[in-house]
Every structure is written in C-alpha cells, then in structure tokens.
C-alpha cells in the first residue's frame, strides 16, 4: 500500500480514523471479493483490504497503541515504516515521510497543529459514564457518546454518522479537522443486523458479516461529510478481530488468529468543495 508523506499531508489536509471495533479481517476480505462493499470497496486501493496484525488484542489497548502511533502492522515480515511516531531513541519504524511528533500521544500532536480534535465513540471503553470509559475520550478536544452509538443499538452507525456530520457542519471552513469515530455495530451483540436472526440464536460469523454490509450502506455520509470541506486522509481499519468459536475460542483478548489479524487499508478523499 502506497505511504503518502505524513509531513505534507498533516497541517493541509483534513484527517479520519475509523476504526470499525471488533472486524475480522476474513469476514472483511470474503465480502469486498464478493462485491458486497460497494462504498468502502470504492475507495479501499483496488478494491482490497489490506492484511494486518492488531496492535492489541481488545479496543482499550489496541486504542492506546494506536493513539501513541502504532497503527496494525502489515503481515508480512519488516519493518515496516509507520505514518505516526512519537520520538524515541532506537525506533526502527520511523523513516522519511513519518510524521513524528513529541507529545505523548498523537492526538495531542494534531493539536498542537492546530486541529481539532473530535471523538465519536462507541464501544464501552468510549462512553465516559466512568473513570475508565474517559481516558480514551479525554484526549480529544471535543467527544460524544450517548446510548445510540453503543453496542446495543441496532441504528448506532447511523447515529454516529449523522453526529459526524453535525460536527463538521458547525465547523468553521478555515477550521483543519481529526476526526475519530470508533464503530460498534460489529462488536457483540449483533445477531440483530442479520434479517431472521434472533437473540436466542445469537451472534456469528453471519451476522458479524451482516453487521459491515449495515456499516457499507451508510459509510458513504460519513465521507462525504469529510471531503465536503477539503481533502481528507482517512484510515479505516479495525482493532482487533474477534472468535466465534473457531478452535474452541469465542470473544476477544486472546491470542487466536482470528482476533490478531485485521483489516486495514488507508486513501485520500479527494475534496468537493
């Protein structure tokens, strides 16, 4: 996958990270082949997710790893050159075209360039309805959670979406944006974005499926609302996957393969202002 130079593109262009919580990187790759990704397929380079390892192996870690810079890693053997890194001695992942910044994490480091910083949270780790639920949201500027964006609602994307929106709105033009949404419609319980699924069948791999094609059809808002001001570099990846009894595993934080590999894949939304 192409690495754009992160030192022109931060400071010029608008940012999006959108981490679609709980993805496995199987279910994502056999819908983008099967055509049934028509919105991220579109801007995904050619049409394909990349294959990565997670950071972490449940949202709170993967999170802060990914907010200090250390994104999934491509699988296959490295290093491999990071967009995002705080400076320290002996990094064999930052290279030419690295923005590194010396902040503790890189949110505060957009800041410090003048972003503002936005947080549209999802799963429980974002809600802030206590100590732990504020951390992740606390370094950004600006944060939101409310019961429509939890794992429990069947419409949490498009109410996040329509948050998103909202936000960039009331922007001011001249005003460069980071925004991070963090989707939990993937996350258990999902057996409800599968038409004929119950709550006593519960969740699989068939209704996590059912749960990216319900995250596709309305993804489209999401980055329309980004390019609408300037160009935008977004990410879209999960954070870790998770198992549905494969090898007798089911959830996450473990170690299976299903957990540790991951979707990724990185593209500039061209401006249509």
């Not at 309805?129 to 609602?153: K, T």
């Not at 006593?200 to 001001?229: C, K, P, Q, W």
């Not at 007798?248 to 894949?265: A, D, I, K, N």
């Amino acid at each position: 996958m192409h690495r754009p130079d992160m030192n022109e593109v931060v400071g010029r262009d608008d940012l999006l990270l959108l981490t679609l919580d709980t993805l496995r990187y199987d279910v994502a790759a056999e819908l983008a082949a099967a055509g049934e990704l028509p919105n991220l397929s579109a801007c995904l380079p050619d049409g394909e997710w990349e294959k990565r390892h997670a950071p972490g192996n449940f949202t709170y870690a993967a999170h802060q790893a990914i907010f200090a810079g250390f994104l999934p890693t491509p699988a296959t053997p490295g290093p491999h050159p990071r967009l995002f890194a705080a400076r320290f001695a002996g990094s064999e992942t930052t290279a030419d075209g690295t923005f590194v910044f010396d902040s503790p994490d890189l949110v505060g480091a957009l800041a410090d360039r003048g972003y503002h910083t936005v947080c549209i949270g999802g799963v429980g780790f974002f809600n802030k309805q206590g100590a732990l639920g504020n951390v992740l949201p606390g370094l950004f500027a600006e944060s939101h959670w409310e019961p429509d964006f939890s794992v429990a609602s069947p419409h949490s994307f498009e109410a996040q979406v329509s948050r998103a929106e909202k936000v960039v709105a009331e922007l001011p033009v001249e005003q460069r944006l980071f925004l991070f949404l963090n989707a939990s419609a993937l996350h258990q319980p999902n057996w409800f974005h599968l038409p004929g699924a119950t709550r006593e069948t519960g969740d699989n791999r068939e209704t996590h499926a059912a749960a990216l094609r319900y995250i596709d059809r309305h993804v489209g808002r999401l980055f329309d609302a980004m390019r609408s001001r300037r160009r935008c570099f977004a990410i879209v990846c999960s954070d870790h996957g998770t198992a549905y009894g494969d090898d007798g595993y089911t959830g996450h934080r473990l170690g299976h393969e299903s957990v540790w590999t991951v979707p990724y894949g990185h593209f500039f939304l061209e401006s249509s202002a």
